[in-house]
């Protein structure tokens, strides 16, 4: 298309010093906006131009093609037209698309947060009355209120660090990092009357990265695994090197993906399964952290039994002075 004009642009210039430079703007924003949703970046959308006039004056050599002052001039208004034209329109929609996302997000992330306090108020009150005991299943009601809107905040606050790039990388060892978590876990294993064990980490295994995102990410990972776990089902956490990477696994029992779950569930607000509690935020949260560390989250479906949600990390094996 770019071609196109820049020839009709040409063949005006022979004649009269006129070009459609709105024309040229226009088509080149529409075309901005294709390529945002492609998943190209801002700076790709530059150099594609680039690339296209590079191409036009190869061709010209190879041909032994002479490009005059007046037709050189023509090319460049209509590449400045051309780059001016998608890169406003790209960075118009992204900024559409930011605001959309981020006003879905806050909606939900409201909604959540007002259902948890109602709940939490409700049971005070009824407690306060003097009509229940503190020990009873009002307390467990406003207990589970209260931890939800825990998990809401501190979801958020990774997210937020996630997307803001607010990392503070730094190397400690891997057993840390797994009992820091393991002892949340716990609770909630119990809570939810799922069986939780660890596997044995080799205390020579020290991780690059940020503590607390990587153990959001792993406290979110388990979260959901306890979530969709069948009541005395078994739930497993275990962490090893391969290929220089430390792989944090979670096995759970929850029966199997769905089918299509595997690639949607990594997506903001996807949720599987019967129980719909929370936001959805949990693993494209973990998704952002992967990313921030270099690493990987994949998923793996066990047919008839549950899943394997797996976390890579750079690592370092630290050896003895007598090895």
């Given at each position: 298309?770019?071609?196109?004009?820049?020839?009709?642009?040409?063949?005006?210039?022979?004649?009269?010093?006129v070009?459609?430079?709105a024309?040229?703007?226009?088509?080149?924003?529409?075309?901005?906006?294709?390529l945002?949703r492609?998943?190209?970046?801002?700076?790709?959308?530059?150099?594609?131009y680039?690339?296209?006039?590079?191409?036009?004056?190869e061709?010209?050599?190879?041909?032994?093609?002479?490009?005059?002052?007046?037709?050189?001039q023509?090319?460049?208004?209509?590449?400045?037209?051309?780059?001016?034209?998608a890169v406003?329109?790209?960075?118009?929609?992204?900024?559409?698309?930011?605001?959309?996302?981020?006003?879905?997000?806050?909606?939900?992330?409201?909604?959540?947060?007002?259902?948890?306090?109602?709940?939490?108020?409700?049971?005070?009150?009824?407690?306060?009355?003097?009509?229940?005991?503190?020990?009873?299943?009002?307390?467990?009601?406003?207990?589970?209120s209260?931890?939800?809107l825990?998990?809401?905040?501190?979801?958020?606050l990774?997210?937020?660090?996630?997307d803001?790039?607010?990392?503070?990388?730094?190397?400690?060892?891997?057993?840390?990092?797994?009992?820091?978590?393991?002892?949340g876990?716990?609770?909630?294993?119990?809570s939810?009357?799922?069986?939780?064990?660890?596997?044995?980490?080799?205390?020579?295994?020290?991780?690059?990265?940020?503590?607390?995102?990587?153990?959001?990410?792993?406290?979110?990972?388990?979260?959901?695994?306890?979530?969709?776990?069948?009541?005395?089902?078994?739930?497993?956490?275990?962490?090893?090197?391969?290929?220089?990477?430390?792989?944090f696994?979670?096995?759970?029992?929850?029966?199997g993906?769905?089918?299509?779950?595997?690639?949607?569930?990594?997506?903001?607000?996807?949720?599987?399964?019967?129980?719909?509690?929370?936001?959805?935020?949990?693993?494209?949260?973990?998704l952002?952290?992967?990313?921030?560390?270099?690493?990987k989250?994949?998923?793996?479906?066990?047919?008839?039994?549950?899943?394997?949600?797996?976390?890579?990390?750079?690592?370092?094996?630290?050896?003895?002075?007598?090895?």
């Amino acid at each position: 298309m770019f071609v196109d004009q820049v020839c009709a642009a040409l063949v005006l210039a022979k004649s009269s010093d006129v070009i459609d430079h709105a024309d040229i703007s226009v088509r080149a924003g529409r075309h901005g906006q294709d390529l945002l949703r492609l998943g190209v970046t801002i700076a790709q959308v530059v150099h594609a131009y680039g690339d296209v006039c590079q191409v036009i004056a190869e061709l010209a050599v190879e041909r032994s093609a002479n490009i005059s002052p007046n037709e050189l001039q023509t090319l460049n208004l209509c590449l400045d037209d051309a780059i001016a034209g998608a890169v406003t329109e790209y960075a118009r929609e992204r900024e559409r698309t930011i605001t959309r996302e981020g006003t879905e997000r806050l909606g939900i992330l409201a909604h959540e947060l007002r259902n948890r306090v109602n709940v939490g108020i409700l049971a005070f009150d009824v407690i306060k009355s003097g009509q229940v005991t503190v020990g009873g299943n009002t307390a467990a009601l406003l207990e589970r209120s209260l931890d939800g809107l825990r998990e809401l905040v501190d979801r958020s606050l990774a997210e937020v660090r996630a997307d803001a790039g607010l990392q503070t990388f730094e190397h400690f060892p891997v057993a840390d990092l797994v009992e820091e978590v393991q002892i949340g876990a716990s609770l909630e294993a119990q809570s939810r009357r799922v069986r939780f064990a660890v596997a044995p980490v080799d205390p020579k295994i020290v991780v690059h990265g940020d503590r607390q995102l990587l153990a959001a990410a792993l406290s979110n990972l388990l979260h959901n695994a306890f979530k969709f776990t069948h009541i005395g089902g078994a739930v497993l956490l275990r962490a090893h090197v391969a290929a220089e990477r430390v792989v944090f696994e979670i096995e759970d029992e929850c029966g199997g993906l769905p089918e299509g779950a595997a690639t949607s569930a990594f997506r903001p607000f996807e949720q599987h399964g019967l129980d719909r509690t929370g936001v959805g935020l949990g693993l494209s949260i973990c998704l952002k952290v992967a990313k921030a560390h270099h690493g990987k989250l994949r998923v793996r479906d066990i047919p008839g039994k549950g899943c394997v949600f797996s976390l890579d990390v750079p690592a370092r094996i630290v050896r003895s002075p007598e090895s």
